[in-house]
């Protein structure tokens, strides 16, 4: 089975530009988790949809914003970006049957100049 | 809602001594336990996790972690390290009702040769 997979893995954006994630979930896995990591602040929780609903949301302002499709692959979109954006977003699939076990993909490197 | 507290930021270990990771958590509920580890450049990779039954529970690479209830810990152990487990570990919990993880800060383990 393939793992998680995430596209790009690298981007570089200025400031005041947006920019969209992609995340492909294993075959089968209904619910995506994305996370904000970045060196000071450990892995922060941004979001979980699940069966293309937004179920759990962490603390983040609204620029961050997100969605899943009904194949289960999601997005994030980060609007007017920040420099303090910057950071390593990973993202997550676990299916109903071990729902409690998250599988993470090589995350999207983000940096904003 | 639920906190990770990972103790030592960074661990220095020499290779074939012995480590242990610490973890604690505060929830108010029965909770799920899990150790990830991560490499450089990569995704989280799940080392072990607790969810009930025997408090010993062993993981892959040799680590084994011990749920304390009384003590709200799980910490991450290993008899014999080697250099192959530098890395980035952290501990996290979920409360089992939603798909919402929260992670500690992370410890880097770093073995000496």
């Known amino acids: 089975k393939a793992g998680v997979t995430q596209t790009p893995r690298y981007l570089i954006k200025t400031r005041g530009q947006q920019v969209t994630l992609s995340c492909s979930p294993i075959s089968g896995h209904r619910s995506v988790s994305w996370y904000q990591q970045t060196p000071g602040q450990g892995l922060q929780f941004l979001f979980e949809y699940f069966s293309e609903t937004q179920r759990n949301k962490g603390n983040f302002p609204g620029r961050f914003s997100g969605r899943q499709f009904s194949n289960s692959r999601s997005e994030m979109n980060v609007s007017t970006l920040e420099l303090g954006d910057s950071a390593l977003y990973l993202c997550?699939?676990?299916?109903?049957?071990?729902?409690?076990?998250?599988?993470f993909g090589p995350g999207t490197r983000l940096t904003v100049l | 809602a639920q906190s990770v507290t990972q103790l030592d930021s960074q661990v220095p270990v020499f290779e074939e001594a012995p480590v242990e990771l610490r973890c604690n958590y505060s929830?108010?509920?029965?909770?799920?336990l899990f150790w990830y580890v991560q490499y450089p450049n990569q995704g989280l990779q799940l080392l072990l996790k607790y969810l009930s039954g025997s408090t010993l529970v062993k993981g892959i690479n040799g680590f084994e972690a011990e749920f304390n209830k009384s003590q709200t810990s799980f910490h991450l152990r290993k008899p014999s390290v080697h250099i192959s487990d530098t890395a980035e570990y952290f501990c996290a919990v979920s409360d089992g009702a939603g798909n919402q993880f929260y992670f500690g800060t992370g410890t880097s383990l770093t073995v000496i040769p």
């Open positions: 997550a699939s676990s299916s109903y049957s071990s729902y409690n076990e998250q599988f």
């Open positions: 929830s108010s509920v029965s909770v799920y």
